[in-house]
């Protein structure tokens, strides 16, 4: 496996196919997407080599992120690549839920088994504000669907932020008494244009876990292949509350993540390092040299984030990465 200096072991992978979204969320992409033409994303073949090498090395799960993943005409094939790799046993992705009622039938039967909607508000027009888009109805019309499909995992992402939805987790609370799903809510993070913002909307996720755990929430252990989230679980509901905490003191000891980025850069923390390029090693039918540096590089990573401190790295909006 992957291990890095501190001994964690990496088993998640979350790869990037496109920085380009068609929504405007308030604390990512306000202005819209602003990149060029020449785009230029990791290829069919460069993601299926990229995904065995990292299996190879033990990366059991992988998400397929953006920018919104789905605006690849060939997302499908992305997931079809991604089942077919030995080793890799979860496929996830992050999406808008733009379109996920028209398709997630077919990406499921692809090899698609969990997936995760960026929902910040259950109010339609609070969801238009932050969003940019009337697609309220839409977006929770692909989660039913999803669910009726079947797949392992469906979960809510959104991003705490105290002018806009701060007010709504009882709201939140009683949307998965009856569902299935599991609802992270996410502290709105620092990037490198976006400080006022954040020094306006930030809420510490903590305040969130002692409600719970005040009214008979129980926190749930982690998989070994989960996310960051703390997960919380209490009987009188079917649906689940995660809280991803950054900047809790602890956050970075149970760190299990990689990322690449659409145009094939590894990053081994979404707030630190500038990465590496790994698209000339991409193309080698063999894998030796990119499963050689994997080892070499994992060696770098470093114990924590400095957010506290408020180095973002060079992280200038979620989408670059992958979130």
Known sequence: MLIDPTGREFSYLRLSITDVCNFKCVYCLPDGYQGGPDRGFLTIDEISNTLKAFAHHGIEKVRITGGEPTLRKDFIDVVRAAKDVAGIKKIAMTTNGFS???????WVDAGLNAINVSIDSLDPRMFNTI??????????????TALETGIDSVKINSVLMKQYNAKEFDTFLNWVKH????????????????KAFFDANHVSGQVLKTQLLQTGWQQ????????????FAHHDYQGRIGLIMPYSNDF????????????????????????ISLR????????????????????????????????????????????
């Not at 969003?131 to 039913?144: L, Y």
């Not at 569902?179 to 976006?194: A, G, H, K, S």
């Not at 749930?220 to 997960?231: D, I, L, N, T, W």
């Open 131 to 144: 969003t940019g888009h009337d697609k309220f109805t839409s977006v929770m019309k692909g989660i039913d």
């Open 252 to 275: 970075c000891s149970t760190c299990n993540r990689l990322r690449v980025t659409a145009k094939g850069n590894l990053h081994l923390c979404l707030f630190s390092e500038e990465g």
């Open 220 to 231: 749930v252990a982690r998989s070994a292949s989960a996310g960051p989230a703390q997960e």
């Open 179 to 194: 569902r299935p799903v599991t609802i992270r809510f996410i502290e709105l993070m620092q990037t490198n244009d976006n």
């Open 100 to 106: 996920l009622h028209k398709n997630i039938h077919d």
């Open 280 to 323: 000339e090693y991409m193309n080698d039918s063999s894998n030796s040299k990119l499963m050689a540096l994997l080892s070499r590089y994992i060696k770098t990573k470093k114990p924590t984030h400095l957010l506290h401190q408020g180095n973002t790295g060079i992280t200038t909006n979620l989408s670059m990465l992958g979130g």
